[in-house]
């Protein structure tokens, strides 16, 4: 059974940090390129940051760079959004994505609110 289960969220204040993690199983998770994606109420999801499987290559939204950490231990199946100099509009459901090919996953996605 393939699982996809965010932790972390919560509500921080302007300026402040927090640390996401997704923990992987029922799939290889080493083979598959993982993102984490936001959505408010109203918006589309929008990717904000994406690691391939090894973790050698990383990317980021504009919208994040320079705040916004991406990393993952295939070791404990596991991938991390590291979120520094947060903003109210960061506010948002936070969740993590697995693709492989045609091979797509989901969270459930975790709240995160930054309060001004």
């Known amino acids: 059974q393939v699982q996809l289960v965010e932790f972390g969220g919560g509500l921080v204040q302007s300026g402040g940090f927090l640390n996401l993690s997704c923990r992987a199983s029922?799939?290889?998770?080493?083979?598959?390129?993982m993102s984490w994606y936001r959505q408010v109420p109203g918006k589309e999801r929008e990717r904000v940051a994406s690691?391939?499987?090894?973790?050698?290559?990383?990317t980021l939204a504009d919208i994040v760079k320079g705040r916004f950490t991406i990393s993952r231990d295939n070791a404990k199946n596991t991938v991390y959004l590291q979120m520094n100099s947060l903003k109210p509009e960061d506010t948002a459901v936070y969740y993590c994505?697995?693709?492989?090919?045609?091979?797509?996953?989901w969270g459930q996605g975790t709240q995160v609110t930054i309060s001004s």
């Open positions: 690691i391939s499987n090894s973790g050698g290559t990383t």
């Open positions: 994505k697995a693709i492989r090919g045609q091979s797509v996953y």
């Open positions: 029922g799939f290889t998770f080493g083979n598959y390129v």
